[in-house]
């Protein structure tokens, strides 16, 4: 939902000058992916990071749409940064204000989250999930490649996925075995 | 864990000089039980609420111990009052500095929680639970009897329950048939 890698590059030259490619990130933990990496790390604890951070192209529009068609819930790791807490609320409050406060988890792990369909980026928060994964692509997670996850590049992909299996009634369009 | 109902009386003392005894509130939601409902739903709002709210006693002791036995997450609703958030966070660092942030969960609705046990002292909470369910009682649920819920009234009962599983393999002890 938001654009956390753009958030790092642009707070990354405000801070240090330089400007990062978005392609040299590519296959990197993002934490370790900048050259001066104790920056991102300051980034995540600095009041405001989250709260401007940039909507993700369509996830606006298609979060809208799945709201309508599914139960829907917003699932994020907030609790490693305490100061993100507020501002992650706030942002939800201004970017979606479709989704309603019974409908966001903010958790340190996901290991307790259960549901029918999961979408994320990072491989350790869909490994425990118990049902279909979506790993959604971001530069950290391009180049590897797992069993029992179907990659959704963008949120145009998630729309096809989630809405043509309800409008087609075949459930096997987002079978892992097809990713 | 935190004990909400002494609090609610003397938050309700503080702000309009009547003193409630606990026994009056027996049986009857929390925020109707008062003659004055409205202080406690502005008190739900106000900073510092949930931040000085009592320890529960025996919640500590009984938790640290659980949290050596079992895979322990605290899940609390904390999305309805967006202030709580960091005021539930800093309490429990305080309070129970052995619950990592990992182990800590803020929700609205609690549907999405999975698990072999869940304790609450919302029917609306358990009610969706997959698990056992462990009643806390509270004087709002006091009179409540329903099917499928252990009732446990202080946390020396839920270490006798839970502990004494764990001692002697015997998962009888906590089934809901027993309640």
């Given at each position: 939902?938001?654009?956390?890698?753009?958030?790092?590059?642009?707070?990354?030259?405000?801070?240090?000058?330089?400007?990062?490619?978005?392609?040299?990130?590519?296959?990197?933990?993002?934490d370790?992916?900048?050259?001066?990496?104790?920056?991102?790390?300051?980034?995540?604890?600095?009041?405001?990071?989250?709260?401007?951070?940039?909507?993700?192209?369509?996830s606006?529009?298609?979060?809208?749409?799945?709201?309508?068609?599914?139960?829907?819930?917003?699932?994020?790791?907030?609790?490693?940064?305490?100061?993100?807490?507020?501002?992650?609320?706030?942002?939800?409050?201004?970017?979606?204000?479709?989704?309603?406060?019974?409908?966001i988890?903010?958790?340190?792990?996901?290991k307790?989250?259960?549901?029918?369909?999961?979408?994320?980026?990072?491989?350790?928060?869909?490994?425990?999930?118990?049902?279909?994964?979506?790993?959604?692509?971001?530069?950290?997670?391009?180049y590897?490649?797992?069993?029992?996850y179907?990659?959704?590049?963008?949120?145009?992909?998630?729309?096809?996925?989630?809405?043509?299996?309800?409008?087609?009634?075949d459930?096997?369009?987002?079978?892992?075995?097809?990713?």
């Open positions: 939902m938001a654009d956390i890698t753009s958030q790092y590059i642009k707070w990354y030259k405000d801070a240090t000058g330089t400007e990062i490619d978005w392609k040299d990130l590519l296959g990197k933990p993002e370790l992916a900048f050259p001066q990496p104790q920056f991102i790390r300051e980034f995540l604890h600095t009041p405001g990071f989250f709260r401007s951070a940039p909507v993700m192209p369509g606006r529009e298609v979060l809208s749409e799945l709201n309508e068609a599914y139960e829907l819930f917003i699932v994020s790791a907030a609790m490693e940064f305490p100061q993100s807490l507020i501002e992650k609320y706030e942002w939800l409050e201004e970017h979606f204000p479709f989704i309603n406060w019974r409908q988890v903010f958790c340190g792990s996901k307790m989250i259960s549901g029918d369909i999961m979408i994320d980026d990072h491989f350790r928060n869909l490994g425990n999930f118990n049902g279909e994964k979506l790993l959604f692509t971001a530069t950290h997670n391009i590897t490649h797992l069993n029992g179907t990659r959704v590049n963008n949120w145009i992909e998630i729309k096809g996925l989630l809405m043509g299996v309800l409008h087609n009634q459930p096997v369009i987002y079978s892992p075995l097809k990713a």
